[in-house]
Structure formats: structure tokens, C-alpha cells
């Protein structure tokens, strides 16, 4: 009968180095141990749930790689170990069962054995329980050493996972510090901004009331100066009806220094010359008329070139340097004819051809500045002729005059079918009388706008002249014509010199002369008006006038020979 040994179904364990001298505990886990060691290439180690942390869990395991790495590798030697003991074992048991013999009687077996199997069987037996003994204290150890394992795993896992829950919630508490901190950042830049838009809105509210209050203030000074202007005005008007009621003139302060300067000067030159005037004999008569005749030759042939302005002028200044060597009466008594018979070409020439007025005045304004003695003479017997060159204006006054006859002469009006003496005849016809006063106005402007760089009255007494006649005469019909024919001859000048100021000017007489002129309903006025108001809108003065700029020669003059 052939023996059968049952042979122990041999257990796994798996080993874990605990000291330093190569020994090793073991721990026993069955087959169907709820541990993988073929997943994910880990140790076989308890699974535990994942943290609501995932990726500190991650980063917890794979600080643990090396040592499961090698509690691994110890296993796996324990386990080749454990298997080699069992192999011996069995050796052991397969050889003591030779000899014996299985019985088999009437359906059951038993085994037959001789003494020295049985005590050879007898001590293989104990050495099996002392075997199963070892193998259970072994197993208990095992165990137990998982458990401790297990625990202590467990335990590494649960505090690192309170640290990584502590560093998460220390992270937190910084992200939310961070997150309060820039909150409280972004609050306080809001209150800075709103606490600016209030400050600006403060600042705005007090510039405001700030320009209020000094609008206010201007206004009260504006009124002030309004009521103090309009009393200044009003006294000022008083004062002109006082003075126009006891002179019978319209004029302002400038004007009558600047007319006495010339009347004195005119005055002078008369008293220094009235010995001519008044000497009866011959010889003195025929030198008056030969310096008179002379002298009426060289103003009768100017003409508009630049060639007969330079050689007439200097034969009169040749001539007035001959007398003043001659004497002082003479030389006066020859200013006193040149300026007589500059008016008188003025008042023949210019109201036909207005052009005419700048030759003379170049002329004129070449003598007065290389003969000074010439230049107030002159202007004073230009204002005789016509007040308006002052510019002042005669206003009838009973009280003042004697008859309308003397207003007449004071207004600078001829008399026809006058007596030898000036006495008796009619006056002119007012628009006679109005083409000779444009005339002497115009002639007037163009001489203050000579181009001479000599000269020594030149725009600026143009400027004085236009805004004493626009702060001193009234609105009306002789003014407004007076006022065209000037700045005919001098407004282009004026307005190159002055620019903007000029253009002020223009201004001021649009808005403030012609609507006055509009309300006067004196006879020819609108026409004046419609005139002046012409030029300001199409802005002649922005044009040179005709006849300013003088030829060098005039061609037909020339004489051709040969063909």
C-alpha cells in the first residue's frame, strides 16, 4: 500500500528590517489580503480614502516611495526565506514516512508502522507542533508588527495630513489676509477717491462761489466805474455846454493846446514879418510879390512823381534859406507866403482830384523837416482854413456870435460877393463848402502818413487826431464826412502802423458812430453815413488809397528825339 503524506500549504510572510544587525520581523497576510502590491507599483500597504486635500495626499505618498521601495524588497526576502524552510520540512516528513505501510480492511485504512518509525514519526511530530508553534508565534508577530505598522503608517499619514491641513488652512488664512489686505487696499483707495472727487468738488464749489464773488465784485465795480464814467461824462458834457455856450466851439482839451501851439507859432511869424506886411512903398511891394510869385511857381508845379516832389522842395527850401539870409522879416514874411499858397493849391486841387493831396503833402512834409520853422506856420494856417484839421467844430451860439455871417467864417466858409475888406456877400453852399473841408482834411491825413523818415509829424498825430474827433465832435453830417475823407488818405497807413488797435477803432465807429449818424436827420447825413459805413465793412483802409505811391518819373513828360 503506498503512504501519502499530506503535504502543509505553505504561507506567505513578508519580512521588515528593524535593526541595524540584518534581523528582521515578519508579518503573515493571506492570499486574499485586501493589500495589492502589483497596483500602481506600491508597496502593499492599507488603502486609505483620499483627503479632501488630493494633491497634499499625492505629495504625502510620494515622500514615502524609497521606504516602501525597500520594505518591498525585505518582504520578498523573508518570503524566499519562509519557502525555504518549508521545503526543508517537507524533506524531512517525506523521508520519515518510508517504511510504512497503509492497511486497508472492510472500507477503512489505517497505517501500519514498525517501532523505529513510530518514534521517528513521534519526533517528527513534535518537531511539526514545535514547527506550527514557531510558525503561529511567528504568525501572532507578524500581525501584530502589521498592525504596529499599519498604526504607525497610519498615524505618519494622519499627521502629515494634519500638517498639510494646517499648512492649507495656514494658506488659506494667508490667501484670505491677502485677499483682506488688497479688499482693504482697494477700500482705502476708493476712499482716497472718493475723498478726492470731494475734495475737487469742494474746490469746485468755492472756485465757483470764489468767481461768483468776484463777478459780483466786478459787476459793483463796473457799476461804480459805469456811474462814475457817466458822471465824469455828464460833468464832462456840462463843461463842453459850458464851454461851447461861452466859445461857441466843439473841441477837447488836447486839441486846443495843440491848436494854440500852432496859432502862437502862425502869430509870431506875422508879428516878425509886419514890417513887410505893412510897408507902402514900391520896392517893398514888388519883393512881396516877387517872393509870392516865386513861391506860388514852385507849389503850382507839383505834380505826383517822386523826381518834381524832390526838385520842387528844394527850390523852395533854396529859396526860404536865400531870404533867411536876407533877414528875419523876409524869411518870415516868406513862410508866411509858402504856407498861404500851400492852402490855397489844397483848396484848388485836392476836392477835384483827391489823389493830389499826397504830392503836396510830400512836399510839404519835405520843407517842414529841413525848414522846422515851417511846420507849426503852417498847421495854424491850415486850421484857419478849416477847424476840422484841429479838429474842432463852431456851434452857433447867439451869445458867441454876432451874426450867422461870423459863424460862417469861424466854420471856415467862403463868402461870395464879398467886399475887399471880407465884409458883406453870402456864404458858399454847404456842399461846397463840404468838398473844400474834405479836401483840407484829406490833405491833413496824407501829410501825417508821409513815407519821409525825416518827418516829425507823422502817425501819431494822425491817431490823436482820429480819436479826439471821435471823443469830442458830435454825430453828424460835416464829422461823418470829415471822418471818411481822413481815413481815405491815412487809414491804410494807420492800419499797417497800429494793427489791431486800428482795427479796435474801425470797430468802436461801427457800433457807436453810425448808428448815431443813422438818427440824425440833418440834410445829406445818411449819405455821409452810408459813405463811412462802406469803407468799414469793405475794410478799404486794408488797400493803399490811389495816388500814395509816386512814380520816379512820369513818362509823358519825356521827350523822344530821333523818330
Request: hydrophobic share 35%; charged share 30%.
Given at each position: ?20 544587525n ?25 488603502r ?6 488630493g ?17 518591498q524588497?525585505m ?26 505501510e ?21 519526533a517528527?511530530?513534535?518537531?511539526r507542533?514545535m ?13 501584530s508588527?502589521?498592525?504596529?505598522f499599519?498604526?504607525a ?31 482693504e ?10 475723498e ?9 464749489v ?18 461804480e ?7 465824469r ?29 500852432c ?58 534859406e536865400?531870404l ?10 516868406g513862410?508866411?507866403s ?9 483848396a ?20 517842414c ?21 484841429v ?40 456842399d461846397?463848402?463840404l468838398?473844400?473841408?474834405k ?10 502818413q ?35 475823407a ?21 470797430s ?55 523818330y
Amino acid at each position: 500500500m503506498g503512504t501519502q503524506v499530506r503535504t502543509p500549504t505553505p504561507v506567505k510572510v513578508y519580512g521588515l528590517p528593524t535593526e541595524s544587525n540584518g534581523s528582521f520581523k515578519v508579518s503573515y497576510v493571506d492570499d486574499d489580503s485586501e493589500f495589492d502590491s502589483e497596483s500602481d507599483g506600491e508597496s502593499p500597504v492599507h488603502r486609505t480614502t483620499p483627503s479632501t486635500s488630493g494633491r497634499r495626499l499625492s505629495a504625502l505618498r510620494r515622500s514615502d516611495v524609497a521606504a516602501r521601495h525597500l520594505e518591498q524588497r525585505m518582504q520578498e526576502e523573508a518570503k524566499a526565506s519562509t519557502a525555504q524552510l518549508l521545503a526543508t520540512l517537507d524533506a524531512e516528513w517525506e523521508s520519515a514516512a518510508v517504511g510504512t505501510e497503509e492497511v486497508r480492511l472492510g472500507g477503512s485504512s489505517r497505517i501500519v508502522v514498525d517501532a523505529a518509525t513510530q518514534e521517528q514519526l513521534q519526533a517528527l511530530r513534535k518537531r511539526r507542533e514545535m514547527r506550527d508553534r514557531r510558525l503561529k508565534g511567528l504568525e501572532t508577530a507578524l500581525e501584530s508588527e502589521h498592525k504596529q505598522f499599519d498604526a504607525a503608517l497610519a498615524q505618519k499619514i494622519k499627521r502629515q495630513e494634519e500638517e498639510a491641513e494646517a499648512a492649507s488652512m495656514a494658506a488659506a488664512r494667508a490667501a484670505a489676509e491677502a485677499q483682506k489686505r488688497e479688499e482693504e487696499t482697494e477700500a482705502a483707495k476708493e476712499r482716497a477717491r472718493l475723498e478726492k472727487l470731494k475734495e475737487e468738488e469742494n474746490k469746485k464749489v468755492e472756485e465757483e462761489s470764489k468767481q461768483k464773488a468776484e463777478a459780483a465784485a466786478a459787476r459793483a465795480r463796473a457799476e461804480e466805474k459805469d456811474k462814475a464814467d457817466a458822471k465824469r461824462q455828464a460833468d464832462s458834457e456840462a463843461q463842453d455846454r459850458t464851454a461851447v455856450q461861452q466859445t461857441g466851439l466843439r473841441w477837447g482839451p488836447p486839441a486846443q493846446e495843440f491848436d494854440s501851439a500852432c496859432s502862437s507859432a502862425l502869430t509870431k511869424i506875422r508879428q516878425a514879418a509886419e514890417s513887410i506886411l505893412s510897408a507902402g512903398d514900391s520896392s517893398t511891394k514888388k519883393t512881396r510879390r516877387n517872393i509870392d510869385r516865386k513861391l506860388g511857381t514852385y507849389i503850382a508845379q507839383i505834380s505826383a512823381t517822386q523826381e518834381q516832389v524832390v526838385r520842387k522842395a528844394g527850390e523852395i527850401i533854396s529859396s526860404l534859406e536865400a531870404l533867411k539870409r536876407e533877414g528875419q522879416a523876409l524869411y518870415s514874411f516868406g513862410i508866411l507866403s509858402l504856407c498861404k499858397r500851400f492852402i490855397s493849391q489844397v483848396a484848388a486841387q485836392v476836392p477835384q482830384l483827391p489823389s493830389f493831396a499826397f504830392p503836396v503833402a510830400e512836399v510839404a512834409a519835405e520843407v517842414c523837416s529841413r525848414c522846422p520853422d515851417v511846420l507849426l506856420p503852417l498847421l495854424g494856417t491850415l486850421h484857419e482854413a478849416c477847424p476840422l484839421t484841429v479838429p474842432k467844430l463852431p456851434v452857433y451860439m447867439k451869445s458867441v456870435y454876432k451874426s450867422e455871417a461870423e459863424f460862417y467864417r469861424a466854420s471856415g466858409y467862403r463868402f461870395l460877393d464879398s467886399a475887399d475888406d471880407g465884409t458883406g456877400g453870402r456864404p458858399e453852399a454847404t456842399d461846397d463848402y463840404l468838398r473844400r473841408l474834405k479836401g483840407f482834411v484829406a490833405f491833413y491825413g496824407a501829410f501825417t502818413q508821409v513815407t519821409n523818415p525825416r518827418s516829425t509829424h507823422g502817425l501819431d498825430f494822425a491817431w490823436m487826431w482820429l480819436s479826439r474827433a471821435l471823443n469830442y465832435l458830435p454825430c453828424n453830417r460835416v464829422v461823418a464826412s470829415a471822418l471818411h475823407a481822413f481815413l481815405s488818405s491815412a487809414g491804410y497807413a494807420m492800419g499797417i502802423r497800429f494793427g489791431r488797435q486800428f482795427q479796435k477803432l474801425m470797430s468802436l465807429i461801427q457800433t457807436d458812430v453810425l448808428p448815431k449818424l443813422q438818427t440824425c436827420k440833418e440834410d445829406g447825413a445818411e449819405a455821409a453815413r452810408m459813405r463811412l459805413e462802406a469803407y468799414i465793412v469793405r475794410q478799404e483802409w486794408r488797400n493803399p488809397p490811389e495816388g500814395r505811391s509816386l512814380p520816379r518819373t512820369d513818362a509823358s513828360s519825356l521827350t523822344i528825339h530821333g523818330y
